[in-house]
């Protein structure tokens, strides 16, 4: 069965800092997707990243970079230099890509605090 | 910038009543997406759909859920007869291929009494 795991509840840091949210997956399946959510306060879902099983490169985009390693089923996601904007909840998810890729499970969740 | 709408904002039924939650996702999107979040729980995957078929459903999407599109711009979810545990967020989405990126709506908050 999948699993998604993100151990931490809550985290909070100083404005500037740069943190990293973890993220731990189990499946059985050779291929699949990770996803990456935000939901600020305001309580929208945003996207920020989908990456195929098969790309083990790590990506960043601006002051954000995920890092996937199969070996040890984790796509983490560090935010550097951290904002008071970047304050939310991200969720991390997993998807079996054989109907599409968006069939996902989520994560509990890891809610940020960002302190000016 | 063009976006994803939803409407309502807030529904509140009876236990036992049918809801058409509406979405209007983006001009010329044509993968779509239900999600729903329990309050203060995690994020729930329920359908996909593409070329006017569900592509994927988990396990919450039973029976009592159907997804449409009727007229080329509205993509709807319907709950016939709800549940006290249907109360939720309900998040449609729409996605581009050619980008891999997804686009979400505002959500619809789902109360059933």
């Known amino acids: 069965a999948q699993k998604v795991t993100q151990a931490q509840t809550e985290i909070s840091v100083v404005e500037k800092e740069d943190v990293t949210l973890d993220c731990v997956y189990e499946?059985?399946?050779?291929?699949?997707?990770l996803f990456w959510y935000k939901q600020p306060p305001s309580g929208e879902l945003v996207f920020l990243i989908r990456?195929?099983?098969?790309?083990?490169q790590n990506e960043i985009s601006g002051r954000y970079s995920w890092n996937f390693q199969k070996s040890t089923s984790s796509f983490n996601f560090t935010i550097t230099a951290s904002q008071v904007v970047d304050s939310a909840v991200y969720f991390c998810?997993?998807?079996?890509?054989?109907?599409?890729?968006?069939?996902?499970?989520f994560g509990a969740g890891t809610r940020l605090f960002v302190k000016a | 910038e063009p976006e994803v709408t939803q409407t309502p904002s807030h529904q509140v039924t009876q236990m036992g009543q049918e809801v058409i939650l509406r979405c209007v996702p983006i001009?010329?999107?044509?993968?779509f997406y239900w999600y729903r979040q329990i309050l203060g729980q995690k994020v729930e995957f329920l359908v996909s759909?593409?070329?006017?078929?569900?592509?994927?459903k988990s396990e919450i999407f039973d029976d009592q859920f159907s997804v449409e599109r009727p007229d080329g711009s509205n993509f709807t979810l319907k709950i016939r007869s709800t549940k006290l545990e249907d109360s939720a967020m309900y998040f449609c989405?729409?996605?581009?291929?050619?980008?891999?990126?997804?686009?979400f709506g505002p959500g619809t908050r789902l109360t059933v009494l």
């Open positions: 001009s010329n999107h044509l993968y």
């Open positions: 759909f593409y070329n006017n078929e569900i592509s994927e």
């Open positions: 989405a729409s996605w581009v291929p050619t980008t891999d990126t997804q686009y």
């Open positions: 998810a997993l998807s079996d890509p054989n109907t599409g890729g968006f069939k996902t499970i």
């Open positions: 990456r195929n099983s098969f790309d083990e």
């Open positions: 499946t059985r399946d050779t291929t699949y997707y």
